[in-house]
């Protein structure tokens, strides 16, 4: 087995966060599946056509869920559960619930409705034999009147509606009454499918898997124990197949609960360990470079800012200006609500760097933000301070050649980027000091690159967000972060007049952007979704259709412009670029507006489909405007009223309270937007869906299991450091499995 050393280093032979069997790694704990070079020991890495029912054509399908072997299957997990554990007698059915009847079929009769499709209907019998005018009916699903048989004794599970005056199972699962149950009478697993995949086909497998067939032993026995005996002794968790058996076909809530919560353990546990030898690892070898400024220099510099710093700032910047003093590299998140003055604090700690003979390099999420970075710098370092140039795509040629080999000599101080162009091209003489701002996805893979950068220095790191970082993860993956939050706004910015409205009240609003771009101002108009051909149904407003009909109709004669994600990142800035120059009017868009972009004579954000945007969303959304002086709006238009998010965005603090009766401010919202949503949004690739970890659902399971696998890591690691025990062999498989996957180095 590979020590911590030689693991961390083939790490960082490759680029972050690719795995290099470019495979996906079902569950962070799921020992399951072996690393490539494993020998096949069991019969979990063998295909899945081997189970029995899946065919060449259903593993192809199953490739597309990230499902190749019987291990990859096993971890296949639930997304969730249908309750069909209620059995009643058909004339004790309710309307409107999930729940199952014992039943004997009658008469089975097919037809064609006006619509053409296939409609099968079977009456249905109490047990005794007395009729009942409930039925049941499906579309489509001919294969029932083939393999069912009047007479035949069954479970039945479903949704029960009225038809008429009658009860109906609408499109129920159906299963002989003597067969075991898997599909219905009991919870049932629902699984993430894809085009194809049909539910209860992957039920079926999953059933083989976990329970055997008449042609197969069941696999989930030979899943390896990954927790030593005591380990699972002292949190009382049941043991790994038992778990698997449980997560896929629960016998009751309470054992679900428990796997769960067994689950969770295992993921968090991994995760500590990685972390908690990183930490060692760190602590061991690190060398940054001690960066430090006289106190009188320091107070010049502030003094010749053209604002007074507010007192949040000072504080910051107090935290920040002692931890880069220190040989140990900073880590360290900067927390300040949108326009509460995080850049100028980053300046003053890449000043800081500068005077200490270092560089810093300031990584910005687009180019545009990049460029507007640049000048404010270049502003604030006017009067002397350090050497700055901007390095984007746009940069090109001899210039970029100069810049490029000015900063592998050391004769620019500070450069500005995107966070991309920087990370992976550039060579620093010095580079001592990361500065990531609006880091507010917390990729993990960011923080493993700078560090990588160092030739033998560590830079120190500092992030910016203004999208706190929920407990669960400041207590796992960012437990060695530090946080300093810039908890108030600079004095005397008015307050953005925000509005719940109807679609209804559409025509109003719209008139209400009329008047602003009379006046000289700019709008944002922003959408859940790009194209009208998309997902969501026709009632989801989208930038391409609002754009076309704006400028036919309501808007019509303003100067527009469309901006989403599927367009060229170089389009979307010159977009970006005519409208921070005024030469547009109203900019319609999807969430790409969302990040930092300053443009202070925007004054209004029609926000559609309100409903389907995050809180931390609308609260970035909103932060786009009301940067100038003037007043600004920001406008939720949304047809779902009692919408808990939409409220909270109008909501205001208690009065008598800090700062009573102002609007919620970014750190109160994500607070609410947990509590309404729970925390698993924080560490996703929002975009594209797929989670990096999925440890905070995960966690949601019990929150004292933080701190539980916390003190289990320490305890297990302070008798085995590099985890080469022979009981400890599947969990360093698995920590090592998350080194590679998500490159926590
Ligand atoms: P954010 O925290 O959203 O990144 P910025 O750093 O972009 O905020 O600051 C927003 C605006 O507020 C900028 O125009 C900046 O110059 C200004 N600003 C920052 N700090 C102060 C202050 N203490 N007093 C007045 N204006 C400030
Ligand atoms: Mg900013």
């Not at 699984?191 to 049909?198: A, F, N, S, V």
């Not at 701002?437 to 203004?466: C, M, N, S, Y």
Request: proline share 6%; glycine share 8%; with cysteine.
């Amino acid at each position: 087995m590979a020590s911590p050393t030689t693991r961390s280093s083939s790490l960082r032979s490759r680029r972050a966060g690719v795995d290099p069997a470019g495979q996906h790694v079902p569950a962070v704990a799921s020992t399951a599946v072996r690393n490539p070079g494993d020998p096949p020991a069991s019969s979990l890495d063998l295909p899945v056509t081997r189970l029995p029912g899946i065919g060449l054509e259903s593993a192809k399908l199953l490739e597309r869920v990230d499902v190749r072997t019987m291990g990859d299957l096993l971890w296949h997990l639930p997304t969730r559960y249908k309750d069909f554990s209620r059995i009643r007698p058909l004339r004790l059915l309710a309307a409107g619930e999930e729940q199952t009847a014992l039943a004997v079929l009658g008469r089975i009769t097919q037809r064609r409705t006006a619509r053409g499709q296939l409609l099968t209907e079977a009456e249905l019998l109490e047990e005794d034999g007395t009729p009942t005018p409930v039925r049941a009916s499906w579309f489509g699903r001919s294969f029932i009147k083939e393999t069912h048989r009047p007479g035949e004794r069954v479970r039945i599970s479903g949704k029960v509606i009225w038809v008429g005056r009658a009860l109906q199972f609408s499109q129920p699962a159906l299963e002989a009454a003597d067969a075991d149950p898997v599909h219905t009478g009991r919870l049932v697993p629902v699984y993430r499918l894809t085009e194809g995949l049909k539910e209860g086909q992957v039920r079926r497998w999953l059933h083989t898997a976990i329970e055997g067939g008449p042609r197969r032993t069941a696999v989930v026995s030979e899943v390896p124990e990954p927790l030593p005996p005591d380990v699972r002794a002292r949190h009382t968790l049941p043991d790994i197949s038992a778990t698997l058996r449980q997560v896929h076909f629960p016998d009751d809530e309470r054992r679900l609960f428990a796997a769960r919560r067994r689950l969770a353990f295992d993921e968090l546990l991994v995760l500590q360990l990685a972390l908690a030898q990183r930490r060692a690892r760190w602590t061991a070898q690190a060398s940054a470079m001690p960066l430090q400024v006289s106190d009188a220099d320091l107070a010049r510099w502030i003094g010749e800012l053209p604002f007074a710093l507010t007192d949040a700032q000072r504080r910051s910047l107090q935290e920040i200006r002692r931890d880069l003093a220190r040989r140990v590299p900073m880590t360290r998140l900067l927390e300040g609500d949108v326009g509460s003055g995080k850049t100028v604090v980053a300046a003053l700690a890449a000043r800081v760097a500068t005077a200490s003979g270092a560089q810093t390099a300031l990584m910005a999420p687009t180019e545009l933000l990049a460029e507007q970075h640049a000048r404010s710098l270049a502003a604030l370092f006017a009067a002397g301070g350090p050497r700055l140039a901007l390095l984007t795509a746009s940069v090109s040629g001899e210039v970029r050649r100069e810049i490029l080999d000015a900063l592998a000599r050391g004769t620019i101080d500070v450069v500005v980027g995107t966070h991309a162009l920087v990370e992976e091209r550039v060579e620093f003489a010095r580079l001592a000091l990361a500065i990531v701002d609006e880091q507010h996805r917390f990729g993990v893979r960011q923080r493993a690159t700078f560090r990588e950068k160092g030739e033998g220095i560590d830079p120190h790191l500092l992030l910016t967000t203004a999208t706190p970082i929920p407990q669960t993860l400041s207590q796992t993956i960012y437990r060695d972060l530090d946080i300093s939050v810039i908890d108030e706004l600079p004095a005397g910015r008015l307050e953005i007049t925000t509005h719940l409205r109807a679609p209804e009240q559409l025509p109003k609003v719209w008139e209400g952007v009329r008047t602003a771009v009379t006046r000289g101002r700019q709008a944002f108009v922003v959408t859940p979704r790009i194209d009208p051909g998309d997902d969501g149904g026709d009632d989801v407003p989208s930038a391409i259709a609002m754009e076309r009909e704006l400028a036919r109709d309501e808007l019509r004669g303003l100067r527009l412009a469309l901006m989403h994600g599927r367009m060229p990142a170089k389009e979307r800035d010159a977009v970006m670029r005519r409208f921070a120059a005024r030469e547009l009017d109203v900019l319609v868009a999807t969430t790409v507006v969302e990040v930092g972009i300053d443009v202070p004579n925007a004054t209004v954000m029609v926000v559609l489909g309100a409903e389907r945007f995050g809180l931390a969303q609308l609260h970035q959304l909103r932060g786009r405007v009301g940067r100038g002086s003037e007043r600004a709006y920001c406008v939720l238009v949304s047809d779902s009223a009692e919408s808990a998010r939409l409220a909270a965005m109008v909501e205001r603090k208690p009065e008598g309270s800090e700062r009573g009766g102002a609007l919620l401010d970014g750190f109160d919202l994500a607070k609410r937007d947990l509590e309404i949503r729970g925390a698993g949004e924080f560490l996703g690739e929002r975009q594209s869906g797929e989670p990096e970890l999925r440890i905070v659902d995960l966690a949601d399971v019990d929150p004292r299991l933080i701190d539980e696998t916390a003190e289990e890591a320490d305890r297990i690691l302070a008798a085995d450091p590099g985890l080469a025990r022979p009981e400890h062999a599947e969990l360093a498989r698995a920590v090592d499995r998350l080194w590679r996957r998500y490159a926590l180095a």
